[in-house]
Every structure is written in structure tokens, then in C-alpha cells.
Nanobody, 124 residues
Framework: QVQLVESGGGLVQAGGSLRLSCAAS????????MGWFRQPPGKEREFVAA????????RYADSVKGRFTISRDDAKNTVYLQMNSLKPEDTAVYYC?????????????????WGQGTQVTVSS
């Protein structure tokens, strides 16, 4: 079993920054690729970013490329999402998830453990 707990969400003005954290417990955290997804109001869950088990490979959705950075600290069993230059369209519930396939992926169905989500609201 893997438990994931997100934190760091909140209300921020457009152009501001937030850093989300995802603390993992359970199985060996460093063995897994991890991802961040988001679900805007009334829309389906969508891929945001992913990081390989080694931390050397990352992947981003086009909508956040250049603004968001995913990273991990295996000593703290934590994955981060640094979000800069936030836009109102970034408003969503953000989820972290553990990959079930061993490498980074943008597919929702390729992640098997999910956190409860943290709300990010960007005002214009």
C-alpha cells in the first residue's frame, strides 16, 4: 500500500506562485515514477507533470511547460510541484499519483495510487 498526501494549495493572484508537496508513505518511494494531475471544475482529470524514479527525466503538459517544475526528494519521500506565473485557467484540484508502469506517463490509467487532492485557485 502507498499513501499519498498533498499539501500547499490555496488562493493566489494571477502571476503568483505556489509549491505543492506530496508526501508518500508505504512502499519504497524511490522506486517509482510519480505524477501530478489536475481536475478543473466541470472537466476531466488531466496530466500536468511526471518525474522518473531517478529524477533525471521529466515530462510536462504543454499548458504548463516553462512555468511548472516537478522535483522529488527521496530522503523525504516527497514530490513537489513548483508553479510559477499562475493563470486563472490553472484553477483546479491538484492530485499526485504513483505510476503503476515503472516509467513516466501522461495517462491517468497508468497510475494506481492517488492522493486526496489539494485545491488551487488563481484569481484574475
Amino acid at each position: 500500500q502507498v499513501q499519498l498526501v498533498e499539501s500547499g494549495g490555496g488562493l493566489v493572484q494571477a502571476g503568483g506562485s505556489l509549491r505543492l508537496s506530496c508526501a508518500a508513505s508505504g512502499r519504497t518511494f524511490s522506486a517509482y515514477a510519480m505524477g501530478w494531475f489536475r481536475q478543473p471544475p466541470g472537466k476531466e482529470r488531466e496530466f500536468v507533470a511526471a518525474i522518473s524514479w531517478s529524477g533525471q527525466n521529466t515530462r510536462y503538459a504543454d499548458s504548463v511547460k516553462g512555468r511548472f517544475t516537478i522535483s522529488r526528494d527521496d530522503a523525504k519521500n516527497t514530490v513537489y510541484l513548483q508553479m510559477n506565473s499562475l493563470k486563472p485557467e490553472d484553477t483546479a484540484v491538484y492530485y499526485c499519483a504513483k505510476s503503476s508502469i515503472g516509467w513516466i506517463s501522461a495517462g491517468v490509467n497508468e497510475y494506481d495510487y492517488w492522493g486526496q487532492g489539494t485545491q488551487v485557485t488563481v484569481s484574475s
